[in-house]
């Protein structure tokens, strides 16, 4: 499976490093800091996860390249949300997989800037991918009433907000749940929606794979939660125990290390059964995809 997302990964990174069009007039430091946290590396879960489920709706691996841009879309929306995370204003961390964060390298306001590009270039990205026929005018329609919805207000950002105004002794199980499920899981759950959309999910495929979206994506942030106490700093490429110098409420905080992992276990499972049921052309990667997220160490 690693080798298989480190491939993804190199395809993914191959069109990234060309996704702002040279011939575009754009600032040259604006440029610089977009692409700057752009290609800084990550594991490309949320790509990955794009091309595995157009993959697992077709049966064939040749439909990856149809997904491609919108894979590169969420790559733009997930890097400026870590942008804007690590701003002073939010996490306030100075490194990000290893390097200095956009903000400690190109100031405050251009990170913010950056960040604002990312996000709306990612709405320029789909519509070219139905422009050049990969995927149907009313596939690309849907996944970007799907992404405004996910990464917004009702998404990723009011999970952000959530996040923001919790604190330790105050947030409850429930209301934690919540932050994860927006803050992570949304993103995620777009993911493998697009990516089956472009594959020509059946509505009963689509809503099958939001669940396995929804559960890998709590199990991944609660497995963030525990590698923020107990992972190994030089793999995680930034300092662990952030959690707890901000006084942020995780999973392990409020029920325990072991019982964290039982819920990542129980998450993981319970996505697989939905993928089964889901009775995918070839399931395989995203069943592995979600083994590898447990098991991970950073």
Known sequence: MKSYLQQCA??????????????????GKLRESM???????????????????????????????????????????????????????MDDDDYRRGKLTNHKVFGEAMAILAGDALLTHAFHLIPQAARKGGIDAQAALDIVEDLAMLAGARGMVGGQVADVLGEQGVTSIEELEYIHLHKTSDLIVFSVTAGARIGGASPAQLELLEQYGRNIGLAFQIQDDILDLI??????????????????????YLIGIDESKSQVKRLTREAKAAVLEAELAMPKRLLEIADYLVQREY
Not at 15 to 24: F, R
Not at 64 to 69: D, G, I, R
Not at 231 to 252: F, I, R
Request: charged content about 20%.
């Open 35 to 89: 692409m700057y946290s752009l290609e800084a590396g990550g594991k490309r879960i949320r790509p990955a996860l794009v091309l595995a489920a157009a993959e697992a709706i077709q049966g064939k691996s040749s439909a990856a390249e149809n997904a491609l841009p919108v894979a590169c879309s969420i790559e733009c929306i997930h890097t400026y949300s870590l942008i804007h995370d690590d701003l002073p204003a």
């Open 10 to 27: 190199a395809i993914v990174e191959q069109s990234l490093a060309n996704v702002l069009p040279a011939e575009w007039d754009v600032p």
């Open 231 to 252: 992972g190994d700093e030089a793999k995680l490429g930034k300092k662990t125990n952030s959690d707890v110098a901000q006084q942020k409420v995780t999973y392990p």
